[in-house]
T-cell receptor, first 114, second 116 residues
Framework: DQQVKQNSPSLSVQEGRISILNCDYT??????FLWYKKYPAEGPTFLIS?????DKNEDGRFTVFLNKSAKHLSLHIVPSQPGDSAVYFC?????????????FGKGTKLSVKP | DAGITQSPRHKVTETGTPVTLRCHQT?????MYWYRQDPGHGLRLIHY???????DKGEVSDGYSVSRSKTEDFLLTLESATSSQTSVYFCAISVSLTGASNQPQHFGDGTRLSIL
């Protein structure tokens, strides 16, 4: 049973446009969500996170939106740059839970074309 | 830079042989993790440690053991490697003192393991 779902394996966007990466979850006990970015031959890098008590968190070009009623979150990248081309993982955890309980989605490969 | 070094970075071995992967950190963080990444599966937790000699199982722990005799080193052992354990293995640390959920994990660059 997949608790964190990234249903789009890949996404292609033109440079300068908006990239929207989506993530759905099934466990209503999740209340902290994180996005990681991964380049080939490197480890994942933390990008941005959001607590369930918020519906939006912004950091520069990156914004994460959370819709708890729909159990859906999205990562917006504006404007997209070629250097953003990577695999993006959504992850979730229950509040106060051990980080041994961090659950990852399968990832979405973003390609930003010049 | 979270000061995480994984070794080896690449390894090819044969089915049935023992394999040990090492994760070394330089900042004395309490929490350390081992994940595997496979196509179509994202990252899955194998084992984690919350202190010296304190470890616990993750989602896909069968066929793996771990040891942590020093704060800075977390070892992952495949006692008898199988082809299904061909994967990319990532070590991670948490900067949280308690492993709390609101602190992100930081990852090493991975070990690509091929079992023939």
């Amino acid at each position: 049973d997949q608790q964190v779902k990234q249903n789009s394996p890949s996404l292609s966007v033109q440079e300068g446009r908006i990239s929207i990466l989506n993530c759905d979850y099934t466990n209503s006990m999740f209340d902290y969500f994180l996005w990681y970015k991964k380049y080939p031959a490197e480890g994942p890098t933390f990008l941005i996170s959001i607590s369930s008590i918020k519906d939006k968190n912004e950091d520069g070009r990156f914004t994460v939106f959370l819709n708890k009623s729909a159990k859906h979150l999205s990562l917006h990248i504006v404007p997209s740059q070629p250097g953003d081309s990577a695999v993006y993982f959504c992850a979730a955890i229950t509040y106060g839970g051990s980080q041994g309980n961090l659950i990852f989605g399968k990832g979405t490969k973003l390609s930003v074309k010049p | 830079d979270a000061g995480i070094t994984q070794s080896p970075r690449h390894k090819v071995t044969e089915t049935g042989t023992p394999v040990t992967l090492r994760c070394h950190q330089t900042e004395n963080h309490r929490y350390m993790y081992w994940y595997r990444q496979d196509p179509g599966h994202g990252l899955r937790l194998i084992h984690y440690s919350y202190g010296v000699k304190d470890t616990d199982k993750g989602e896909v722990s069968d066929g793996y053991s771990v040891s942590r005799s020093k704060t800075e080193d977390f070892l992952l052992t495949l006692e008898s490697a199988t082809s299904s354990q061909t994967s990319v293995y990532f070590c991670a640390i948490s900067v949280s003192l308690t492993g709390a959920s609101n602190q992100p994990q930081h990852f090493g660059d991975g070990t690509r393991l091929s079992i023939l």
